[in-house]
Nanobody, 119 residues
Framework: QVQLVESGGGLVQPGGSLRLSCSVSGSIGTNNVMGWYRQAPGQERSFVAGIVNSGGTNYVDSVKGRFTISRDIAKTTAYLQMNSLQPEDTAKYYC?????????????WGQGTQVTVSS
């Protein structure tokens, strides 16, 4: 059974930084993607960043140049380094992992971690 555990959220002032971590237990195979979505109150969950098992990355335009996604060597933990945080980045951040096998995709979600940017 695949489980994702997140950590690293909190309260930070505008211009500050936070790093989120997402650790996977269980197998997500060798063809997979990990990343984050976020959801602010009253809004839909939206994509933030993703990283392929091979290392390729993708970001939503609003975080490019400020956020960096990475994975550890064992590929079981993903990190989201968030710099120059702004109030509009305030949301609950959800880690996800996509496992691709036999032409299909299984998606797994973490429990979410709150990021609040406020002075």
């Amino acid at each position: 059974q695949v489980q994702l555990v997140e950590s690293g959220g909190g309260l930070v002032q505008p211009g500050g930084s936070l790093r989120l971590s997402c650790s996977v237990s269980g197998s997500i195979g060798t063809n997979n993607v990990m990343g984050w979505y976020r959801q602010a109150p009253g809004q839909e969950r939206s994509f933030v960043a993703g990283i392929v098992n091979s290392g390729g990355t993708n970001y939503v335009d609003s975080v490019k140049g400020r956020f960096t996604i990475s994975r550890d060597i064992a590929k079981t933990t993903a990190y989201l380094q968030m710099n120059s945080l702004q109030p509009e980045d305030t949301a609950k951040y959800y880690c996800y992992a996509d496992k691709f096998e036999r032409g299909g995709r299984d998606r797994y979600w973490g429990q979410g971690t709150q990021v609040t940017v406020s002075s």
